[in-house]
């Protein structure tokens, strides 16, 4: 019986280690560590705040912009104080931390613009969040192909849900369960 017992209780024990790290792997896939207009900053120093982030860049002709105005619109007609707009800049070569901010704070003024200013890093980040970019400079053109979608994160940085549908109404739906979600 005593056998059983402590077999039980380890058992418990290693369950307890093994969601613990899983846990952590899961927050730290998302984590980040890039630059503001500020400071240098990571995923722990937006704790407290939902965050939505969005991959894109300050010269995009339509993309960025209307994704941007969507969600800012939807956060301010849902009166949603505590969420960051997290803005990471794809295009290192154009887009300077500076102007960027103010780009992304023109359409929401709880929005930062965030360089990883290592293209590699910046490469894996894009991707463990599961979204792609790719600049092609070719017969006197640039242009930078990214995905649209959002990601919403909890105030821990715990990934919630990526959003790929970007019609207002889904916008606004899905930005309302961050409020349901606390």
Same mark, same amino acid.
């Given at each position: 019986?005593k056998?059983?017992?402590l077999?039980?209780a380890?058992?418990i024990v290693?369950?307890?280690m !093994?969601? /613990?790290?899983g846990?952590e792997?899961?927050? @730290?896939?998302?984590?980040?560590?890039?630059?503001s207009?500020?400071?240098n900053?990571?995923?722990?120093?937006?704790d407290? !705040?939902? =965050?939505?982030?969005?991959?894109?860049?300050?010269?995009?002709?339509?993309?960025c912009p209307?994704?941007? @105005?969507?969600?800012?619109? @939807?956060?301010e007609?849902?009166?949603?104080?505590?969420?960051?707009i997290? !803005?990471?800049?794809?295009d290192?070569?154009?887009?300077?931390?500076?102007?960027?901010d103010?780009? /992304?704070?023109?359409?929401y003024?709880n929005a930062?613009?965030?360089?990883?200013n290592?293209?590699? =890093?910046?490469?894996k980040?894009?991707k463990?969040?599961? /979204?792609?970019?790719?600049?092609? =400079?070719a017969?006197n053109?640039y242009?930078?192909a990214h995905s649209?979608?959002?990601y919403?994160?909890?105030?821990?940085?715990? !990934?919630?849900?990526?959003?790929?549908?970007?019609?207002?109404?889904n916008l =606004?739906?899905?930005? /309302?369960q961050?409020?349901? @979600?606390?």
């Amino acid at each position: 019986m005593k056998k059983i017992v402590l077999f039980g209780a380890v058992l418990i024990v290693a369950l307890a280690m !093994f969601l /613990a790290v899983g846990y952590e792997m899961k927050v @730290a896939r998302y984590d980040f560590k890039g630059q503001s207009v500020d400071k240098n900053v990571s995923m722990q120093d937006f704790d407290g !705040f939902f =965050k939505v982030v969005y991959f894109g860049y300050m010269f995009c002709p339509d993309v960025c912009p209307t994704t941007l @105005a969507m969600v800012s619109s @939807a956060l301010e007609e849902l009166d949603v104080k505590d969420v960051k707009i997290l !803005f990471f800049t794809v295009d290192l070569e154009r887009d300077d931390i500076k102007s960027c901010d103010e780009f /992304a704070k023109y359409f929401y003024q709880n929005a930062l613009c965030i360089r990883v200013n290592d293209e590699n =890093k910046l490469k894996k980040m894009v991707k463990n969040y599961g /979204a792609k970019y790719e600049i092609s =400079k070719a017969n006197n053109e640039y242009i930078v192909a990214h995905s649209p979608f959002i990601y919403l994160l909890d105030e821990k940085g715990r !990934f919630i849900k990526e959003v790929t549908n970007l019609t207002y109404e889904n916008l =606004k739906n899905e930005l /309302a369960q961050l409020k349901r @979600a606390k």
